[in-house]
C-alpha cells in the first residue's frame, strides 16, 4: 500500500465517530462489574475515613484487631492477603498513632498478639459506626434482601 492509500485509508477510519457507546461486553463480565462498584464504594470510604487516617486497608486491619483481640500478624496476613513486610509497616505505625499495643502471645512464645488501646477502640467504634452508615448509603438502591443476596453471592467468589 503507497503512503497516499494509507493517509486516505487512516483519515476514512479517524472519521468514524461514536454516537453512543456499547458497554454491553464489559457489562457481562463478573470483574468489570465488580470493579465498578468497588470503585462507588471505596470513593466515598475514602471520603469519609480520610478524618481518621484511615485507608481501606489500615481499617481492615484495625477492625479485625477490633473483634479478635490477641490476633497475631501472621493471622491477619493470612486473613486479608497482606504480606507481612507491608503489614508490618501498618503495625509500627498504628503504635506510633497509639492505636494498638503488642502483648505476647499466651501459647506461642514467639508471636506476638495485637490488642486496641483505649484510644484505638474509641477511633474504631466512631469509625466502623461511620463504615456502617456509608455501607447503608451506598446500598440505598438495594432492598435488604438484594443486599444480602449480594453479599453472599461476591463471598461465593473470593472464599
Do not use: W
Request: aromatic letters at 6%; glycine letters at 6%; hydrophobic letters at 45%.
Amino acid at each position: 500500500m503507497t503512503a497516499r492509500a494509507r493517509m486516505r485509508a487512516g483519515s476514512a477510519l479517524a472519521a468514524t465517530a461514536v454516537e453512543q457507546i456499547d458497554t454491553s461486553y464489559l457489562e457481562s463480565l463478573l470483574g468489570y462489574n465488580a470493579r465498578r462498584a468497588a470503585v462507588a464504594v471505596i470513593g466515598v470510604f475514602l471520603e469519609r475515613m480520610a478524618v481518621y487516617g484511615f485507608r481501606p486497608v489500615d481499617f481492615s486491619v484495625l477492625s479485625l484487631v477490633t473483634h479478635n483481640p490477641g490476633i497475631t500478624s501472621r493471622q491477619l496476613c493470612n486473613a486479608l492477603g497482606i504480606l507481612p513486610p507491608n503489614l508490618v509497616a501498618m503495625v509500627n505505625a498504628f503504635e506510633k498513632r497509639e492505636l494498638i499495643t503488642r502483648k505476647p502471645h499466651p501459647s506461642d512464645g514467639r508471636a506476638m498478639g495485637l490488642h486496641l488501646t483505649p484510644a484505638g477502640q474509641k477511633l474504631m467504634r466512631e469509625a466502623e459506626r461511620t463504615a456502617s452508615d456509608l455501607e447503608a448509603e451506598v446500598a440505598s438502591r438495594l432492598t435488604p434482601t438484594e443486599s444480602r443476596t449480594l453479599l453472599r453471592l461476591l463471598k461465593k467468589v473470593y472464599l
